[in-house]
């Protein structure tokens, strides 16, 4: 599926690529909604019917993977209520394998999330991997989210890479678009983002379950 002789930098999302993307899937789709009832006297039912329509506006955006934002909007400690639950975050199986193996590669390895800086911080608080890494870049600190065109032409200039020599790895089938449209040549998607939820069977992308299917040798490329 890759040839990795044709690889120089690789391009990782984080949730749903590297964590399974159960934690987040409940944190905001079951345990928020809980607390949210709670603090207004809701039933579980009204609060999340609620909720759910609120998250549905704005995807993509840099304020939709704002813990700030949602604090203010739903007057709620957000980033809090994340550190509460922060045991349940967890790695992908063979993630660790397929990053050592890279690092030794000698290949440019860069992990390029959407998350929040805060929210990076409490996951890498539990399950720090970012030392695989020569690079983290969170998508706030460019002030552009990565379904948007300007994301990359940051991204570029910050920490140059050639898009024909480049993989992307990412979840999210509107930032594959985007990085296509740059002219990433080559590009994977997650077929279980998270673990807990039925495999998709209708991505746009060529799509792996898990990171041993795609392990680079270590050799230099």
């Not at 120089?8 to 905001?28: A, I, K, Q, R, S």
């Not at 509107?174 to 296509?180: K, P, Q, T």
Request: net charge negative; hydrophobic share 40%; no cysteine.
């Amino acid at each position: 599926m890759i040839d990795w002789d044709q690889i120089d930098t690789v391009l990782l999302d984080m949730d749903g690529t590297l964590l399974d993307l159960h934690f987040d899937n409940y944190f905001w789709m079951q345990h928020v909604p809980r607390v949210y009832a709670q603090q207004h006297r809701l039933s579980e039912e009204e609060s999340a019917e609620k909720l759910h329509t609120e998250f549905s506006i704005d995807q993509g955006t840099l304020d939709w993977y704002s813990l700030d934002y949602w604090s203010e909007r739903l007057q709620l400690d957000i980033p809090a209520l994340k550190r509460e639950l922060k045991h349940m975050v967890s790695v992908r199986p063979h993630v660790t394998e397929f990053l050592t193996r890279l690092h030794h590669s000698h290949r440019d390895v860069v992990m390029v999330t959407n998350a929040h800086r805060k929210t990076l911080d409490i996951k890498m608080d539990h399950v720090d991997i970012t030392g695989w890494f020569d690079r983290v870049v969170v998508s706030h600190e460019l002030d552009a989210a990565k379904e948007e065109q300007a994301f990359w032409h940051r991204l570029q200039a910050l920490h140059p890479f050639n898009p024909e020599r480049t993989l992307l790895v990412d979840d999210t089938e509107r930032v594959l678009d985007s990085a296509r449209d740059y002219g990433i040549a080559h590009l994977l998607t997650l077929l279980q983002p998270d673990s807990q939820r039925q495999k998709r069977i209708d991505t746009r992308f060529p799509g792996i379950h898990h990171f041993d299917e795609i392990m680079p040798d270590t050799r230099q490329p």
